[in-house]
């Protein structure tokens, strides 16, 4: 460590800080600020709405925020829930649960091509998967036939409409199941603790033997499995497929969930709790932007300065260490 | 040579008492270098000694804290590395930067193509021109090939070309013949005749020694950022060159005891580790190594005389075109770090911060990245075996961290190193292969990793280490081998284990008892 003036000192400090806590503050923030003057924002039904809508970002983030503690990136999230969106109606005659593991095998597939270019031929991972996010598309338009069908099997519009006890959607549940799922696999297991190994330092995991392309290639399957899981719910809230425009540039979402929360993109880290909290925060500044009648293009125009913020702010950080 | 004495020309190229300071630390101190047209002149020095810090300050790269440059005479600055080039400044570094996927004539006339009347680039003269240039370095390609689909030799051949054709008047040469063939390094060096017959200027800058004498005239041969001596290279003799380069002198030499070592005594047991025939083209060739267990086998060897490359083919890191690594008599799956470890062959890297630590992460995490399955119930981690290993090993290797919860990218180099140790020790090995493990830790530090080589040779560990510094292999090691340009040069053991031996082993044989004479024969 290098000697740091006292004003250098306090300045790291600051920043350490909002690169810790920066979202919850600006959570803090946004929800006072709705509750001074949005109505209707602290009904139950509102807040709910909220939280449903933010379901299918937070799955994707999750995957993301894998991919990216490997130093890695997934632009195909959006395709593979396009894909799922397409296989849904031809296989849900068979019901929810065949349907389900069918859209996730499909998904995990797309996972496995994206992770054997990246592990094991070596393509840049922003390359393998953006080869896959226009593919993958491509691939969900011709299992449609390009048609939009509605979908009206009541068990998986239950999964997206209905609540349990008309308190907690099921969507939301299932969220909180793979939040709580992912966290474990990220601090208690083996997998998660070499996973964050490969993107601390690649050369260092592979020179202490752990098995670097095997973690990488799961690791892609994983992330695809969840964007399925996305592509179901967000199918069974629309009650429709549309794999031509379900999980549009939901990537860029997700990404930016993972990098306001923590979550370098140079690897090694992974913050779960982060991750949660980054995409409340995106749900939360959309919602507060429409509510009070701001056009969408400024919210995405926020988006745009919330990520540049995030990242010069662990950027900062980077250099005060 | 070729110039007449009657009129001696200026220095092309001359740096007055440069210093350069990065950080504190001094890479050059009032450094004096001239070069005059014609010349051939050899920089020489081991790591750190500031050969690459000059280099760049004569190519504008950095400049100089103090001190300037001149040019036949005349104080020049070169604030950028443009300013060089356009001064006659030329370097050929040993990866070509050169343009890969453009062809040969595009990547010679880059900047400066040929044009016809209506300015667009005339194709036809261009590679006409880079055939007849290419022809004057009796080189003969399809110009209008991509530069990365011919032979690295080739490629720097045109790297040459092409700086030699921009009025080049100086040529640095960093490592030339590193990547070469044979054949290759010939039409090198008849080039470089050619060119200095041209009256152009040559520092050359290699680890080969046979080259040096070869090519050179003259020899600046710096240390600590200092040059320690200049004078004509046919009045220095190998060993004598070493020992400026190592700051050693050549005269018995007492042991001094400086390092923690003590006395190890091997054991009688058969070899724990034995490789055979260890061959990657351009690297090593042929090398035998076996140790018993409890030996500690000390490989010297000047730098780029394939030291690392032989730990990295023993830990499977490295592939190998030829040779079996076995262990207890059981062959090791070449080329896989898992199957070397799951052997018992470890190692620790030379650049612990790129290669070793992962920064990010905890000292418990590092200590147990390797050893995580096993502290696994079914891939679940266990948080109390992995205190339990982390706790033994951060008491018996002293480990100074706040606890086993703070980053290791904030702990000094010598405790870094014990927790790559200790990462190591975790798997229980049979061999321990060290590169460099005192380089860049403080004296206390070093004292301890020193003392701790020992104790674990006592406890059976079978060692094999690689340092530059010299006292370290001769008084941690029971046995040395010497390596030179990548072949095993001599082997000294018993009392011939000092520091006269292997200085002389080092330059080539002569003095070394037992050692080869066949080097000079390559």
């Known amino acids: ?55 299918p970002v937070l799955i994707i983030a999750l995957g993301m925020a894998l991919v990216i503690g490997t130093e890695g990136i997934d632009l195909s999230v959006g395709a593979v829930m396009a894909l799922a969106a397409a296989i849904i109606p031809l296989y849900i005659g068979y019901g929810l649960g ?11 597939a797309i996972g496995a091509l994206n992770g054997t270019m990246v592990a094991i031929i070596g393509v840049q991972p922003i390359v393998a998967t953006l080869s896959l996010m226009v593919a993958g598309r491509g691939i969900a338009l011709l299992i449609a036939n390009e048609q939009l069908k509605s979908v009206v099997d009541p068990s998986l519009l239950a999964v997206g409409r209905d609540s349990i006890g008309g308190v ?8 909180v199941m793979l939040v709580v799922g992912v966290a474990l696999l990220v601090n208690r297991t083996t997998f998660g603790k070499q996973l964050i190994a490969i993107g601390g330092s690649r050369r260092a995991a592979e020179l202490s033997g752990l098995p670097v392309k095997r973690i990488l290639l799961f690791t892609y399957m994983i992330s695809a499995g969840l964007a399925s899981v996305a592509g179901i719910i967000g199918t069974a809230r629309l009650g429709a497929s549309v794999p031509s425009t379900l999980g549009n540039l939901i990537e860029l979402s997700a990404i930016t969930a993972v990098v306001i929360g923590g979550t370098p993109l140079s690897g090694g880290q992974v913050k779960v709790g982060g991750v949660v909290a980054g995409a409340l925060l995106l749900q939360l500044i959309s919602a507060t932007l429409i509510s009070h009648n701001v056009p969408d293009a400024y919210s995405q125009i926020t988006q745009a300065i919330i990520i540049l913020l995030a990242v010069y702010i662990q950027r900062g950080r980077a250099v005060a260490r | 040579m070729s110039q007449s004495r009657l009129d001696v020309p200026l220095p092309v190229l001359e740096a007055r008492e440069v210093t350069k300071k990065f950080a504190g630390v001094t890479a050059l101190n009032s450094v004096d270098f001239a070069i005059r047209p014609g010349e051939s002149v050899a920089l020489m020095g081991e790591n750190g000694a500031g050969k690459s810090t000059l280099i760049k300050v004569l190519t504008g790269v950095y400049q100089p804290d103090a001190g300037r ?38 990547n010679i006339f880059l900047g400066r193509e040929p044009t016809n009347r209506i300015g667009l680039i005339d194709y036809k003269r261009m590679y006409a021109d880079a055939r007849t240039l290419l022809a004057n370095y009796g080189i003969t390609v399809d110009v209008r090939r991509p530069l990365r689909s011919l032979a690295l030799g080739i490629q720097q051949m045109v790297a040459l070309a092409r700086a030699v054709s921009i009025n080049a008047r100086v040529v640095i040469m960093d490592e030339p013949t590193s990547s070469l063939e044979v054949r290759e390094v010939e039409t090198l060096f008849s080039v470089i005749a050619m060119l200095r017959e041209q009256g152009i200027a040559i520092v050359y800058v290699s680890h080969r020694m046979d080259e040096i004498y070869r090519v050179c005239e003259r020899v600046v041969v710096l240390r600590d950022g200092r040059v320690v001596h200049v004078g004509a290279l046919s009045e220095l003799p190998r060993v004598d060159l070493i020992a400026l380069m190592l700051g050693r002198s050549t005269e018995k030499i007492e042991r001094t005891g400086v390092t923690a070592f003590t006395e190890t005594s091997a054991s009688d047991a058969p070899a724990v580790l034995v490789a055979r025939d260890l061959t990657r083209r351009h690297q090593i060739d042929g090398i035998d190594v076996s140790i018993r267990p409890g030996e500690v086998v000390g490989l010297g060897g000047l730098l780029g005389s394939g030291r690392s490359e032989t730990l990295k083919g ?16 059981k062959v090791v799956r070449a080329g896989s770090v ?44 266990s ?70 080589i020992d104790e674990l040779a006592a406890e059976g560990l079978a060692i094999l280490l690689v340092s530059s510094e010299i006292e370290e292999v001769v008084e941690g090691s029971s046995r040395v081998i010497v390596l030179r340009d990548g072949a095993i040069g001599a082997e000294l053991s018993g009392p011939d284990v000092d520091e006269e031996h292997l200085l002389a082993a080092l330059a080539g044989g002569a003095g070394a008892d037992g050692a080869p004479e066949s080097e000079d024969a390559r």
């Open chain 1, 1 to 55: 460590m290098s000697e740091v003036t006292v004003r250098g000192v306090s300045r790291a400090t600051i920043l350490v800080f909002f690169q810790r806590y920066g979202v919850y503050v600006a959570i803090a923030i946004l929800l006072l600020f709705n509750i001074a003057f949005t109505q209707n924002f602290v009904q139950f039904d509102n807040l709910r709405t909220q939280l449903v809508q933010v379901v």
């Open chain 1, 98 to 108: 065949p349907v389900v593991v069918i859209v996730i095998v499909g998904g995990v």
């Open chain 1, 168 to 175: 907690l959607p099921y969507s939301v549940l299932i969220a």
């Open chain 2, 69 to 106: 440059l001149a040019q036949d005479g005349e104080a020049v600055t070169f604030a950028r590395p443009m300013d060089a080039q356009r001064a006659g400044v030329s370097t050929i570094y040993q990866e070509v930067n050169l343009i890969p996927l453009m062809s040969v004539a595009q």
């Open chain 2, 314 to 329: 023993l830990a499977g890191v490295m592939q190998l075109d030829r040779g079996q690594v076995s262990v207890d008599g």
């Open chain 2, 338 to 381: 898992p199957a070397a470890i799951r052997a018992g062959i470890v190692m620790l890297p030379e650049d612990r911060k790129a290669e070793g630590i992962v920064p990010n992460l905890s000292v418990r995490d590092n200590i147990v990245l390797a050893a995580l399955p096993r502290l696994s119930n079914k891939g679940i981690s």
């Open chain 2, 383 to 452: 948080r109390a075996k992995q205190d339990a290993v982390v706790d033994v090993f951060m008491r018996r290797l002293h480990i100074k961290a706040s606890g086993p919860d703070q980053p290791v990218s904030e702990l000094s180099g010598g405790n870094q190193q014990k927790v790559m140790i200790a990462r190591w020790l975790a798997m229980s090995p049979k061999v321990l292969l060290l590169d460099e493990p005192t380089r860049g830790i403080d004296v206390g530090a070093k004292a301890e990793v020193q003392a701790l």
